[in-house]
C-alpha cells in the first residue's frame, strides 16, 4: 500500500465522516467550502488507499442484549498467533482481535447476551490447535468506548 499525502480538507473530510458517518456529501462539501465532486474524489482516494475501511453505525450492544463485554487474552504455542488470529477474527463475537506483545500473543474484545454464551465461547477457544492458554477479563463499567481519534 502506498502512503499518500493529507491535506487539511482531507483530515476535515475524516473528522465529519467521524461525526456522522451518514452525512451527506453536499452538507460534507458545504461545511468545507468545496464542491461534492471533490469530497466524493476525496473519499475515494481515501478509501483506495484504505485509510477509510467503511462506514459503520455505533451500536449500543446492551440494548440489543449483550449485556456482558469481556477482554480475553490468549496464550498461543508453535508460532501459530496469525493462524488463531485469523480463526478466533471469523467468530461471531468477537469484535476485535489484537496482536500484542506481553503475557498473552492476543487480545480479544467480545460481547455476549449469557455467561453461558460467554462460558462455551471461552470453552470452544480451548479447542483450537495451538491454544494453551485462555484469560478472561469481565467489564464491569464503559467509561469510555470509542475508536475515533481527535485529528
Same mark, same amino acid.
Request: hydrophobic share 40%; charged share 30%; proline share 4%.
Given at each position: 500500500m502506498s502512503r499518500i499525502i493529507l491535506d487539511n480538507k482531507d483530515y476535515a473530510i475524516i473528522k465529519l465522516i467521524q461525526a456522522d458517518a451518514r452525512m451527506p456529501f453536499n452538507e460534507i462539501a458545504r461545511k468545507l467550502k468545496v464542491s461534492e465532486g471533490t469530497v466524493f474524489n476525496r473519499l475515494e482516494k481515501?478509501?483506495?488507499?484504505g485509510i477509510v475501511k467503511g462506514f459503520q453505525a455505533m $451500536?449500543?450492544? %446492551?440494548? @440489543?442484549?449483550?449485556? $456482558?463485554t469481556a477482554i480475553i487474552g490468549l496464550r498461543v504455542g508453535s508460532g501459530m $498467533?496469525?493462524?488463531?488470529?485469523?480463526e *478466533? !477474527?471469523?467468530?461471531?463475537? *468477537? @469484535?476485535? *482481535?489484537y496482536d500484542v506483545t506481553?503475557?498473552?500473543d492476543a487480545l480479544l474484545i467480545c460481547r455476549f447476551k !449469557? &455467561?453461558?454464551?460467554?462460558?462455551?465461547? $471461552?470453552? !470452544?477457544? @480451548? #479447542?483450537?490447535?495451538?491454544? %494453551? &492458554? #485462555?484469560n478472561t477479563y469481565l467489564v464491569l463499567n464503559t467509561v469510555k468506548e470509542n475508536f475515533s481519534i481527535n485529528l
Open positions: 481515501l478509501k483506495k488507499a $451500536i449500543d450492544y %446492551e440494548l @440489543l442484549g449483550y449485556e $456482558i $498467533i496469525p493462524q488463531v488470529e485469523a *478466533v !477474527s471469523k467468530k461471531p463475537n *468477537v @469484535l476485535a *482481535v506481553g503475557e498473552y !449469557s &455467561r453461558m454464551q460467554m462460558n462455551d465461547f $471461552i470453552k !470452544s477457544l @480451548l #479447542t483450537i490447535k495451538y491454544v %494453551e &492458554r #485462555t
